[in-house]
């Protein structure tokens, strides 16, 4: 069974966001709910490769809305963790996301998982 591996459950707000992740890094996040058994059900996947905390704060946030997030040591750890998660739940259409993720511009890394390249 897949795993996010990831801190939180948090509520989506930007004061919740500041005091989960105090430091300016990149990171890997997932946007979702909290069911009443205490379960967390992903909706997105996501990444920084700088600053994790902002790129959760932009997103699009409902009174539901919670948020999970793990640090990352490079903007490549970030993208791995982002494609592992999106295809251990991406995979049976679960995610909210319009396409696999891509790496940033002008790198030439493939996903861990299916080797796609871009």
């Not at 897949?2 to 930007?14: E, F, Q, S, V, W």
């Not at 992903?42 to 640090?71: C, H, L, M, N």
């Not at 295809?87 to 679960?94: R, W």
């Amino acid at each position: 069974m897949p795993t996010l591996d990831m801190k939180g459950p948090y509520r989506l707000t930007a004061e919740a966001i500041d005091r989960a992740i105090t430091a300016i890094q990149a990171g890997t996040f997932a946007i979702g709910y909290v069911k009443e058994n205490g379960a967390f059900v992903i909706r997105y996947v996501g990444r920084s490769g700088t600053d994790v905390r902002r790129a959760i704060k932009e997103q699009q946030a409902d009174p539901t809305s919670w948020f999970k997030w793990s640090p990352a040591v490079s903007d490549k750890a970030a993208f791995d963790k982002e494609c592992k998660v999106y295809h251990d739940f991406g995979e049976d259409a679960v995610l909210e996301n319009e396409s696999h993720p891509e790496p940033p511009r002008k790198s030439n890394w493939a996903c861990p998982v299916c080797g796609a390249h871009w």
